[in-house]
């Protein structure tokens, strides 16, 4: 007899209703935010040899045919725009770097956006500062921020939301070769602040930090979040019961717990502060891209990150620990989880349409 055999694997649930027609246009909303949280777990969930950033790109294309704006940088453009932190990520990979732009405009002309932004690495290997072989294949879903900006805008398209959003998925691949960036190298990111390169495995934040300021730069949102599988310490400090939440605004992180509490998609929040900024100063640029030490990693990379907000409203989610299950969860099997597409729907929902 097969393992699970006798485990019962349902199809289809039929519900009888008076109303029926009432049922059906309350759960289509439902329908719309499942689909776009199975579109995140599919992209996740996928093998790196598929999903590297041009093929990304492609997938996040097919969003044109629900009403949504894309738009895919390439390598040339970025360079024209600066973005030297965000390309020096994947200058190791024959893989081209992109960024890819989502704009979904269902609100009033006048209401500035709504902007998500996520980490998308297709695959991390660390680097010239390389990860350990073992466990390393479960780097595939290090673009999980992405994922979920995909998934997210699958959902709002989809249910036709009420708001002005955008969604940007910063895409590289991190790999070790003789174009690869090195440690100790400095390059000058999209705001015009300078990064000493310490360790090429503290990439996310590199990618971020163009994304993050060209987002802002840009768009000129009333308040943007990111979405990221950025530190292994984040797991050491909340195991993946909860995701990590850094913001400088209190309202903002008080919205997003709320979010958080009510889909089952936990935030809890870290702090902030000059303290732990000081620890990444630089002697020879203006930031370096890892602290000083082991201590406090998932609070210095956030604070690296608040450098290239510029005062707008931000929040940033360290889903390192929440957006893989090896055991699996009660709305998802073992795999990938799209953390964070429920939660940051029921956010905009409630607060911006």
Do not use: C
Request: no cysteine; hydrophobic share 40%; glycine share 10%.
């Amino acid at each position: 007899q097969k393992k699970d055999a006798h485990k019962v694997h349902l199809k289809t649930l039929n519900f009888m209703t008076k109303t029926p027609k009432a049922a059906k246009k309350f759960f289509e909303p439902l329908n719309q935010i499942a689909d776009g949280v199975f579109l995140t777990r599919h992209v996740v969930s996928e093998p790196p040899n598929v999903i590297y950033p041009e093929s990304l790109a492609k997938i996040a294309k097919e969003l044109k045919t629900l009403g949504v704006g894309v738009e895919v940088l390439t390598e040339a453009q970025m360079q024209k725009l600066g973005m030297n932190a965000l390309l020096g990520v994947g200058q190791g990979s024959i893989r081209d770097s992109h960024l890819v732009v989502l704009t979904w405009k269902g609100g009033p002309k006048t209401q500035a956006p709504v902007a998500i932004v996520g980490k998308g690495i297709t695959f991390d290997t660390g680097g010239i500062s390389i990860k350990p072989a073992t466990d390393m294949d479960d780097m595939k879903y290090d673009m999980a921020g992405s994922g979920v900006v995909l998934g997210l805008f699958r959902a709002l398209a989809g249910r036709k939301a009420k708001v002005n959003a955008v969604g940007v998925m910063a895409l590289a691949e991190n790999m070790p070769s003789g174009s690869a960036q090195r440690p100790g190298d400095v390059v000058t990111s999209m705001s015009g602040q300078t990064i000493e390169i310490l360790n090429t495995d503290a990439e996310g934040r590199l990618v971020l930090a163009d994304a993050l300021w060209y987002t802002q730069s840009r768009f000129k949102p009333q308040v943007m979040v990111d979405l990221a599988t950025l530190t292994g310490a984040i797991v050491i400090s909340l195991g993946q019961e909860h995701a990590g939440l850094f913001s400088n605004d209190d309202t903002l992180a008080n919205r997003l717990k709320e979010a958080g509490d009510v889909t089952g998609e936990k935030l809890w929040r870290l702090p902030l502060s000059d303290a732990y900024n000081k620890d990444i100063d630089s002697n020879v640029a203006d930031v370096k891209n890892i602290g000083s030490g082991r201590g406090a990693g998932s609070i210095t990379a956030a604070q690296f990150l608040q450098r290239f907000v510029n005062n707008v409203p931000w929040a940033h989610l360290d889903i390192a620990g929440t957006a893989w299950d090896k055991k699996g969860r009660p709305l998802s099997v073992r795999g990938a989880t799209a953390f964070g597409v429920r939660l940051l729907n029921q956010w905009i929902q409630t607060h911006y349409e």
